[in-house]
């Protein structure tokens, strides 16, 4: 292979360079306008600091005043709208419907687990029920997002609702939250509670 010279190799690396994907990119608009707005700034600061006459330094002040007060009316008049705009579009796709299974629902499947031997699940739903009904008969409020403790503390009925209400909650937050064993009886123990919580009310 032949050695190239120096200029050779000068010349083939400026056809390489020169090929548009090695160019530089060209500003864009905004970027060109943005470039015209800081060379007049810094032409009215040259005026404003450097300038002899008295006039041309009150003008330059004038300007540059005008300026920002119009930068600043921009920023409070049109920057916190288009903030709100966005919010408000945001918040307009929540979907804030609660698809809640009701008593009934729950009963079938705890039913379903109970049959499939998930007695966890089972326990699970006969509280799910149990909560569903006391909602459905407006005893407790329709409040997503409950803990079981507020669950607890929102009943108010006799003792000898409220008192099998305390051991059922407790129950289920063994068992799901805690990782308790359970089985068969667990379930059939949760069915006992949720009967003296809601049998008064002709519920099964």
């Known amino acids: 292979m032949a050695e190239e010279l120096p200029d050779e190799l000068r010349q083939r690396a400026d056809e390489v360079l020169s090929q548009p994907k090695f160019q530089a990119a060209e500003p864009g608009l905004l970027d060109r306008a943005w470039d015209r707005v800081l060379e007049f700034i810094g032409d009215l600061l040259s005026v404003v600091t450097g300038g002899t006459s008295f006039g041309g330094v009150a003008v330059g ?45 729950w009963l079938a499947e705890a039913e379903r687990a109970e049959a499939a031997g998930q007695h966890r699940e089972a326990v699970r739903a006969r509280y799910r029920a149990t909560v569903a009904g006391l909602v459905e008969g407006d005893e407790l409020p329709d ?62």
């Open 143 to 204: 409040t997503p997002g409950a803990t079981v403790s507020e669950l607890a503390e929102a009943f108010e009925a006799e003792p000898a609702r409220t008192d099998p209400f305390a051991s059922s909650t407790d129950a289920f937050s063994d068992v799901w939250y805690g990782d308790a064993d359970a089985d068969r009886s667990s379930s059939d123990q949760a069915a006992r509670w949720d009967e003296q919580v809601l049998s008064d009310r002709g519920r099964s």
């Open 61 to 105: 002040w004038f300007i540059l005043a005008v300026m920002i007060g119009l930068i600043l009316y921009f920023l409070v008049r049109f920057l916190p709208r288009s903030r709100r705009t966005r919010m408000t579009s945001a918040v307009a796709t929540v979907d804030v419907r609660s698809n809640r299974q009701s008593r009934k629902e």
